[in-house]
């Protein structure tokens, strides 16, 4: 099936079924509207360059391939961004329905005179100069060419439909109308602008007034436009009494629109105005659009509120009718978008309004009969209605037209031939380095054979040779030991305890925590399809990180979650693996989470340390600190992203042989996102030339689309994600075939009470399951603990008041509190070392560190991530001393805006650099900044009583403008 995006979801009810377009595709960081082409005419004996605008990419996106009327557009290079445009705006975007989608077809000119004109002309006073005479005409030049040649051309190599319109201006416009009279039935509707029809003395003029007087123009449609081209002082009455060369051009036009309005009799519809405030050279944008209103009167489709909210209301009725009208006026059949009625028959049916739901699938299947996905979605509906023999019979249509690996899986389950469902085994452990992975050995013995034994299956038929030889050889290749053995000494000797415990050869466990380096030394390009996500904390709202983990299909059955133990050097964990292997992702009880997906591209070191070693490295630490500096000094033996969540924060790193490289795509809402192909690390393997454009960039598509611009993210939010299937042959979540699938999906929740949600297996085939921490109560014998109180205020010095104000002690997650009239009091463990603050209103969260006073005062900064710690004995108003302040402006725009800081009480004026930075000394008794700008309310932030201050940016914009000006 095909649901359309998030994002989508979100909109207005009417306007969400209506559908939004994108008016341009990014391609390498420009924006496309348009692709060009090449036609080879044997009429001209030249190749001629054509530009083509086709709706939504002209591809079937997995559904039946629409077809769309076809614009061609006369000096096209002039107009074809402003014909694409108006079109887009008129069809698509904002729900609009006022016209079709349509392709443009601009025709760039290479001899103007020639291609347009019908006649020779050796003089026509005043246009007709020199350089024109210089040209020969061909009469039949522009219908000839598009008849045999540039016709037939679009109609094989595009989806288009039978209708037809052509657009001209000035020449353009008297090609026009040459074609209207003359070869009457090669368009259905034509767009004459301020044609120029005094050209050959009026000739062509004279065979339109005949012909319009004895010629059917039965289903033809012309919109005429007239620019104001007279001269000062003159009218429309006084200039059809002129008879000077100057007003030739408008009075042969005027002359056109009265024979045109004499001749209603030959079947035209026909429609001419005159734009008064308009040149010869502004009129085509004002007459296009008025054109396309006039030509497609009928094309508006008016749905109400009734239409989704009573079940009763026969929707799919009133869309087949309206399509039906559409049409006969337009003279092909035309259908109801696929994608729209397909998403609009899940929404009823997650609705309940089951009626609705089944006449819409119904509809789709009716008119899309060559479509697998209007089947398999008709088989959700009857599985939603637990009729299992309907649901069968659709998905067995579905995969006699296109075989999908969707569709299989679900037949599969329903016909009893799919695999038992999933379970997720927890295994407990405890201790350290060589015993606990003896524990791991001994308890998952039984798994481990099973599965050491399934990937040298694996392994052999992928490489045709004996799993051991193979073995052997990754070997040579492969000198992580001293790496290991650097950094992280205890994991090797987990390693080994691993071997020991369940009876495996020492190199068969260590290949099974090198997945990735193996695939490294394989070069195994197309084996990783790891999707992850990053929330930070904001606001109030938790942080997150996320992922599916995708593993190949021997895996599947083994999901297994470690919790380990706390120990008196590592915090408690919980962590995704499979038997044998240490680690594939997890999160320890401080709020540190790791999420890692595979980089082939990037290059890879066989002395270095194996990802599975970094991730247990990451999770064995509560620090941040110790955290940010290890991921990037150690060596990576192969190319990985790293989603690290760490307690409120998220950070992105590509890491490569060479090199580590921070992403951040720098989104409003602080998100990150990866799959897997880099976007910041060029330390790239040589077969890597250009940008990634397929599975990887596909998933990352739908993850972006879902998440990027999201104001306040929800766990659902990041389950609804994971479950994508946005692209049916590139999803985010994948079902296991041969090649494999998603092993299992988890959400790290960072902030308050860490906890992991994860499933065996893809998100959308189980419900995520909550696990938590077992951190136990302090016990009354524990020593260390200490009392910290305190009172949290804002950026004027004033108490925050409320039940939504929290402080929790960073590394753990005992002693959460709510403050009361600013104030707090809670106990903290001896491993805390700095408390994190935030308000429900939009206050922080940021940390503070702990300092050996018991007393803590703080204040936050509004719609800023900033907590200050204060003097504990003194007010802001209370300093003495001077105050470095450094810090930035976000959002200053690029035309002229020169915003100022005024140090209130002062005559001190700072104005920030070019990129909103600034630097001052505040002097004793001045405590106040005032940020302003012409058009903007003042800002006011309290400066806290510290020796030194930074600043981060601040938001001058964090309050809504009072006047400001369009930029």
């Not at 290949?511 to 990053?534: M, P, T």
Request: charged share 25%; proline share 6%.
């Amino acid at each position: 099936m095909h649901i359309p995006s998030l994002r989508q979801r979100q909109r207005l009810l009417l306007l969400l079924f209506l559908g939004f377009t994108l008016a341009a595709n990014a391609q390498d960081g420009k924006v496309v509207i348009g692709t060009i082409d090449t036609v080879v005419s044997t009429i001209l004996n030249e190749q001629r360059p054509v530009w083509v605008y086709v709706p939504d990419g002209g591809g079937p996106n997995g559904m039946s391939r629409q077809r769309y009327p076809v614009v061609y557009l006369l000096d096209g290079d002039g107009h074809f961004s402003s014909v694409v445009g108006m079109i887009q705006q008129l069809s698509s975007v904002n729900g609009n329905t006022f016209c079709p989608k349509m392709i443009v077809v601009g025709i760039p000119n290479t001899d103007r005179t020639r291609d347009l004109t019908p006649t020779h002309v050796e003089a026509d006073p005043p246009y007709m100069d020199s350089v024109l005479r210089k040209h020969r005409a061909a009469a039949k030049t522009l219908s000839r060419l598009s008849k045999r040649e540039l016709m037939p051309h679009i109609e094989a190599t595009y989806p288009a439909a039978p209708y037809k319109m052509l657009i001209g201006h000035s020449f353009g416009g008297l090609a026009v109308m040459q074609t209207l009279v003359h070869h009457t039935d090669l368009f259905n509707a034509y767009i004459c602008i301020d044609p120029s029809m005094w050209w050959d003395n009026q000739k062509l003029l004279q065979q339109a007034q005949k012909a319009l007087a004895e010629k059917k123009f039965e289903g033809k449609s012309l919109f005429l436009g007239i620019a104001n081209t007279m001269e000062e002082g003159m009218d429309l009455k006084t200039v059809v009494k002129d008879t000077s060369g100057d007003t030739k051009h408008i009075r042969s036009i005027l002359a056109l629109q009265t024979y045109l309005e004499q001749n209603k009799q030959n079947g035209l519809k026909y429609q001419g105005k005159y734009y008064p405030s308009d040149t010869h050279g502004s009129a085509p944008l004002i007459t296009t659009y008025d054109a396309l209103r006039f030509f497609f009167d009928f094309f508006p489709f008016t749905l109400t509120m009734k239409d989704f909210t009573d079940s009763t209301s026969a929707l799919a009725e009133k869309y087949q009718h309206h399509f039906d009208r559409l049409s006969q006026k337009m003279g092909y059949s035309i259908k109801p978008d696929e994608g729209e009625i397909n998403y609009m028959g899940y929404e009823f049916l997650r609705q309940k309004h089951d009626k609705k739901a089944e006449d819409l699938f119904k509809l789709n299947v009716a008119n899309h009969p060559e479509s697998s996905n209007v089947y398999d979605s008709y088989a959700d509906y009857f599985l939603a209605q637990q009729d299992t023999a309907n649901a069968i019979l659709q998905l067995k249509k579905a995969l006699a037209i296109s075989e999908n690996e969707g569709s299989r899986k679900k037949l599969e389950a329903l016909e009893g031939s799919g695999k038992a469902p999933r379970y997720l085994r927890e295994v407990s452990l405890s201790g350290s380095g060589y015993a606990l992975g003896l524990q791991h050995g001994q308890q998952l013995k039984k798994e481990i054979g099973e599965i050491v034994g399934k990937w040298k299956q694996s392994v052999e038929s992928q490489l045709n040779q004996p799993a051991d030889t193979v073995v052997k050889a990754f070997f040579e290749y492969a000198r992580f030991d001293e790496a290991i053995k650097t950094w992280t000494p205890e994991l090797y000797e987990e390693v080994r305890g691993i071997a020991d415990g369940s009876g495996q050869a020492f190199n068969d466990i260590m290949v099974h925590n090198l997945l990735d380096e193996f695939w490294v030394w394989q070069d195994a390009r197309q084996n990783h399809h790891c999707s992850g996500i990053g929330v930070p904390a904001r606001d109030g709202n938790p942080g997150y990180i996320a992922q599916n983990m995708d593993l190949e299909s021997y895996t599947d059955g083994y999901q297994v979650l470690l919790r380990l133990a706390k120990t008196d050097k590592t915090p408690e964990q919980l962590i995704l693996t499979y038997p044998g292997c240490m680690a594939t992702n997890g999160l320890n009880e401080a709020g540190i989470g790791a999420c890692m997906n595979t980089l082939m591209q990037l290059k890879g070191a066989p002395t270095g340390l194996p990802v599975a070693f970094i991730v247990r490295r990451i999770l064995n630490s509560t620090d941040k600190n110790e955290v940010l500096r290890f991921i990037q000094q150690a060596p990576h033996a192969s190319g990985q992203n790293y989603i690290l969540g760490i307690r409120g924060e998220v950070y992105d790193f590509e890491a490569s042989a060479n090199k580590v490289v921070r992403f951040d795509p720098k989104n409003a809402n602080g998100t990150v996102y990866h799959t897997n192909h880099p976007m910041a690390n060029d330390d790239l393997k040589d077969w890597y030339k250009s940008p990634e454009k397929g599975n990887s960039a596909i998933r990352l598509a739908s993850v972006v689309d879902r998440i990027a611009t999201l104001p306040i993210i929800e766990d659902k939010d990041i389950k609804d994600a994971l479950r994508a299937k946005d692209d049916p042959n590139n999803p985010v979540c994948r079902a296991f075939n041969r090649w494999g699938g998603t092993f299992g999906s988890v959400v790290m929740t960072l902030t308050g009470n860490p906890k992991l949600e994860i499933t065996a297996g893809p998100p959308d085939e189980s419900e995520y399951k909550e696990v938590r921490f077992s951190s136990e109560k302090p016990q009354s014998g524990e020593t260390g603990w200490r009392t910290i109180t305190g009172t949290v205020v804002d950026e004027q010095g004033d108490p925050l008041i409320g039940t939504g104000i929290r402080v929790l002690p960073v590394e753990n997650n005992r002693g959460t509190v709510n403050g009361i009239e600013g104030e707090y009091s809670l106990t903290v463990p001896p491993t805390a070392k700095e408390l994190l603050y935030f308000y429900d209103a939009g206050y922080g969260p940021d940390t503070v560190a702990l300092t050996e006073s018991d007393t803590l005062h703080v204040m936050l900064v509004q719609n800023q991530n900033f907590a200050v710690a204060l003097d504990p004995s003194k007010k802001p108003s209370q300093r003495t001393h001077w105050i470095r302040v450094t810090g930035e402006i976000r959002g200053i725009p690029k035309s002229n805006f020169h915003p100022v800081i005024r140090i209130v009480g002062t005559n001190a004026r700072i104005v920030p650099d070019e990129k909103g930075r600034f630097e001052l000394f505040l002097p004793p008794g001045s405590d106040i900044l005032s940020l302003e700008a012409e058009n903007f309310s003042p800002r006011q932030v309290r400066v806290p009583n510290v020796p030194h201050l930074h600043l981060p940016t601040v938001n001058l914009y964090s309050q809504k403008p009072s006047k400001r000006k369009k930029q």
